[in-house]
Protein backbone atom coordinates (compact mmCIF):
# COMPACT_ATOMS: atom_id res chain seq x y z
CA UNK A 1 0.00 0.00 0.00
CA UNK A 2 1.23 3.42 -1.27
CA UNK A 3 0.40 6.63 0.68
CA UNK A 4 -0.20 10.03 -1.49
CA UNK A 5 -0.15 13.36 0.15
CA UNK A 6 -1.87 16.27 -1.25
CA UNK A 7 -0.74 19.54 0.18
CA UNK A 8 -1.81 22.78 -1.04
CA UNK A 9 0.43 26.17 -0.34
CA UNK A 10 -0.29 28.10 2.50
CA UNK A 11 -1.71 31.50 1.96
CA UNK A 12 0.70 33.71 0.27
CA UNK A 13 0.43 37.97 -0.11
CA UNK A 14 -1.23 39.25 -2.55
CA UNK A 15 1.52 41.85 -3.20
CA UNK A 16 3.73 40.38 -5.81
CA UNK A 17 3.38 39.13 -9.11
CA UNK A 18 2.91 35.35 -9.85
CA UNK A 19 4.93 33.26 -9.52
CA UNK A 20 7.52 35.27 -6.67
CA UNK A 21 4.02 35.73 -4.13
CA UNK A 22 5.37 35.00 -0.54
CA UNK A 23 3.68 33.51 2.18
CA UNK A 24 1.70 35.97 4.58
CA UNK A 25 2.34 35.92 8.27
CA UNK A 26 -1.16 33.95 8.17
CA UNK A 27 -0.26 31.19 6.00
CA UNK A 28 3.56 31.25 8.04
CA UNK A 29 1.44 29.84 10.63
CA UNK A 30 -1.24 27.61 9.34
CA UNK A 31 2.43 25.70 7.14
CA UNK A 32 3.65 25.48 10.74
CA UNK A 33 0.44 23.84 12.13
CA UNK A 34 0.68 21.30 9.30
CA UNK A 35 4.04 20.41 9.94
CA UNK A 36 3.07 19.59 13.52
CA UNK A 37 0.38 17.52 12.71
CA UNK A 38 1.93 15.85 9.96
CA UNK A 39 4.59 15.34 12.85
CA UNK A 40 1.77 13.97 15.24
CA UNK A 41 -0.07 11.51 12.87
CA UNK A 42 4.19 10.54 11.15
CA UNK A 43 3.22 11.68 8.03
CA UNK A 44 6.58 11.46 6.71
CA UNK A 45 7.48 11.02 2.74
CA UNK A 46 10.20 9.05 0.78
CA UNK A 47 9.22 11.88 -2.03
CA UNK A 48 8.14 15.12 -2.06
CA UNK A 49 7.52 16.74 -5.48
CA UNK A 50 6.79 20.92 -5.33
CA UNK A 51 5.95 23.49 -7.60
CA UNK A 52 8.34 26.13 -8.03
CA UNK A 53 6.56 29.05 -6.91
CA UNK A 54 7.54 30.69 -4.25
CA UNK A 55 4.59 30.48 -1.93
CA UNK A 56 5.14 26.15 -2.38
CA UNK A 57 8.57 26.21 -1.62
CA UNK A 58 8.10 28.45 1.80
CA UNK A 59 5.64 25.87 2.25
CA UNK A 60 7.86 23.04 2.20
CA UNK A 61 10.84 25.04 4.17
CA UNK A 62 7.84 25.57 7.30
CA UNK A 63 7.47 21.29 6.97
CA UNK A 64 10.93 21.19 7.30
CA UNK A 65 13.33 19.57 9.08
CA UNK A 66 12.24 16.10 8.40
CA UNK A 67 12.81 13.21 11.13
CA UNK A 68 13.46 11.23 8.13
CA UNK A 69 14.45 13.38 4.92
CA UNK A 70 12.78 12.87 2.07
CA UNK A 71 13.80 13.53 -1.68
CA UNK A 72 12.97 16.12 -2.90
CA UNK A 73 12.09 17.03 -6.71
CA UNK A 74 10.79 20.78 -7.90
CA UNK A 75 9.08 20.38 -10.92
CA UNK A 76 8.51 23.24 -12.95
CA UNK A 77 5.52 21.38 -14.87
CA UNK A 78 3.63 21.17 -11.27
CA UNK A 79 3.12 25.47 -11.75
CA UNK A 80 -0.64 25.61 -11.33
CA UNK A 81 -0.74 22.52 -13.14
CA UNK A 82 -4.44 20.83 -13.92
CA UNK A 83 -5.17 17.56 -12.45
CA UNK A 84 -4.51 15.80 -15.67
CA UNK A 85 -0.85 17.11 -15.17
CA UNK A 86 -0.55 16.19 -11.53
CA UNK A 87 -1.80 12.61 -11.89
CA UNK A 88 0.91 12.41 -14.99
CA UNK A 89 3.69 13.55 -12.87
CA UNK A 90 2.23 10.66 -10.09
CA UNK A 91 2.08 8.00 -12.82
CA UNK A 92 5.61 8.59 -13.43
CA UNK A 93 7.27 8.05 -9.53
CA UNK A 94 9.05 5.10 -8.81
CA UNK A 95 7.52 2.24 -8.23
CA UNK A 96 10.30 1.62 -4.84
CA UNK A 97 8.89 5.23 -3.27
CA UNK A 98 6.29 4.60 -0.94
CA UNK A 99 5.00 7.72 0.10
CA UNK A 100 4.82 11.26 -2.33
CA UNK A 101 4.21 14.69 -0.70
CA UNK A 102 3.13 16.75 -3.63
CA UNK A 103 2.97 20.71 -2.69
CA UNK A 104 1.10 22.39 -5.33
CA UNK A 105 -2.29 24.72 -6.57
CA UNK A 106 -5.68 24.89 -6.51
CA UNK A 107 -7.79 24.18 -8.86
CA UNK A 108 -5.76 21.59 -10.23
CA UNK A 109 -4.96 20.44 -6.83
CA UNK A 110 -8.53 20.48 -5.51
CA UNK A 111 -9.59 18.30 -8.54
CA UNK A 112 -7.37 15.35 -8.53
CA UNK A 113 -8.16 15.18 -4.46
CA UNK A 114 -11.84 14.92 -5.95
CA UNK A 115 -11.23 12.88 -8.81
CA UNK A 116 -9.10 10.35 -6.35
CA UNK A 117 -12.18 10.29 -3.54
CA UNK A 118 -14.82 9.14 -5.95
CA UNK A 119 -13.95 5.68 -5.05
CA UNK A 120 -14.08 4.31 -1.40
CA UNK A 121 -13.52 6.40 1.52
CA UNK A 122 -12.87 5.59 4.94
CA UNK A 123 -13.25 8.59 6.13
CA UNK A 124 -16.70 10.11 5.87
CA UNK A 125 -15.70 13.35 7.59
CA UNK A 126 -13.11 13.94 5.23
CA UNK A 127 -15.54 13.32 2.54
CA UNK A 128 -17.12 16.08 3.52
CA UNK A 129 -14.66 18.14 4.55
CA UNK A 130 -13.13 18.21 0.78
CA UNK A 131 -16.38 18.22 -0.65
CA UNK A 132 -16.28 21.83 1.11
CA UNK A 133 -13.13 22.98 -1.09
CA UNK A 134 -9.34 22.72 -0.73
CA UNK A 135 -8.36 25.82 1.05
CA UNK A 136 -4.72 27.01 1.01
CA UNK A 137 -2.69 24.60 3.83
CA UNK A 138 -4.64 21.65 3.58
CA UNK A 139 -3.48 18.41 3.34
CA UNK A 140 -5.54 15.19 1.85
CA UNK A 141 -4.18 11.55 2.79
CA UNK A 142 -4.93 9.19 0.39
CA UNK A 143 -3.83 5.56 0.39
CA UNK A 144 -2.79 4.29 -3.17
CA UNK A 145 -3.26 0.50 -3.57
CA UNK A 146 -1.22 -0.23 -6.74
CA UNK A 147 1.92 0.69 -8.47
CA UNK A 148 1.65 4.59 -9.42
CA UNK A 149 2.20 3.87 -12.88
CA UNK A 150 -1.81 2.96 -12.50
CA UNK A 151 -2.94 5.69 -10.60
CA UNK A 152 -6.14 7.08 -12.23
CA UNK A 153 -9.35 8.82 -10.66
CA UNK A 154 -11.44 6.28 -8.31
CA UNK A 155 -8.38 4.08 -7.36
CA UNK A 156 -7.14 5.55 -3.93
CA UNK A 157 -8.96 6.14 -0.82
CA UNK A 158 -9.50 8.88 0.70
CA UNK A 159 -7.67 8.04 4.78
CA UNK A 160 -8.18 11.96 5.98
CA UNK A 161 -8.64 15.37 5.08
CA UNK A 162 -6.95 18.43 7.14
CA UNK A 163 -7.64 21.81 7.32
CA UNK A 164 -6.40 24.52 9.12
CA UNK A 165 -9.02 26.10 10.41
CA UNK A 166 -9.88 22.35 11.65
CA UNK A 167 -6.95 22.29 14.24
CA UNK A 168 -6.93 23.62 17.67
Request: proline fraction near 8%.
Amino acid sequence: MRQLLLLRHAKAAAAAADPGRRLSPAGRLAALAMRSVMRDLSLVPDLVLVSPSRRTLETLEALEPWDDTPLIETIDSLYLATAPRLLAVLNDVAETVRSVLLIGHNPGLAELASALAVGVTADREAARRLAEGFPTAALAEFSVPGPWGLLVPSAARLVRMIRPRDLA
